[in-house]
């Protein structure tokens, strides 16, 4: 329930994207739509990251007193549990594959997670931002959580491997992360240029139909006056 829990925040810190009020109509009519439009894809984007660096630092304060890092080695408890039945014998409510150890190191894994976690968050980020400014405030919110749940979908019904592909949350977890094609969970070659197709078709939405259907900085004039 991690993932969905930290997504869920990433929903409600863009919930409200872009933002509503007469400060935000004083830099469209200073700066320009378009210009308008890239400092609200920035905003995402650096949201986003400072969002993850935050975790990224409370997870390591939590774990200060034991917390210890090989780039290369994961270690003899890691190890212990991926290669024999420790987990099952003490109950313990994770496991972790041999596929995981096999095709990652601990910094390479660190690195692919994190990176599709901040991929996901930009598309999703996005997404809220150019429905809520083309259609219908909150429109890109509905949209971005129906994505969101579909993981916890697949993560409690486990019905095959078809949501796998549409669901991206899934894809920045180590345990379906398929480095070399030859598991049923969708390859590296499909989630980040899905990934990338989706963040550049979004940023291409908004800079043409954002641009256009301006109804946020209509409906914002309109209180203005």
Not at 18 to 23: A, C, T
Request: glycine share 4%; net charge neutral.
């Amino acid at each position: 329930y991690s993932v969905l829990i930290i997504f869920l925040g990433i929903l409600i810190l863009f919930s409200d994207l872009p933002f509503k009020d007469s400060q935000q109509m004083f830099l469209v009519s200073r700066s320009g739509k378009r210009a308008w439009i890239f400092s609200q894809v920035l905003y995402v984007i650096l949201v986003s990251i400072l969002y993850f660096a935050f975790i990224f630092i409370c997870f390591c304060a939590v774990l200060f007193p034991n917390l210890y890092f090989n780039s290369e080695n994961w270690g003899k408890i890691i190890n212990t549990i991926s290669l024999s039945s420790v987990a099952q014998r003490f109950e313990l409510w994770f496991t972790v594959p041999q596929s995981v150890l096999s095709d990652f190191s601990p910094l390479n894994g660190f690195l692919y997670s994190f990176g599709i976690a901040l991929f996901v968050t930009c598309v999703l980020g996005l997404i809220i931002l150019i429905f809520n400014l083309t259609v219908k405030h909150n429109t890109g919110v509905f949209i971005s959580g129906a994505i969101i749940f579909l993981y916890m979908f697949q993560y409690m019904n486990h019905n095959g491997y078809i949501l796998y592909y549409f669901s991206p949350l899934n894809w920045i977890s180590l345990y379906t992360a398929d480095k070399n094609g030859i598991t049923p969970y969708p390859d590296i070659l499909w989630v980040i240029p899905i990934l990338s197709l989706f963040f550049v078709f979004d940023q291409i939405a908004l800079f043409t139909f954002g641009a256009k259907k301006t109804k946020f900085i209509l409906e914002t004039k309109e209180e203005i006056i």
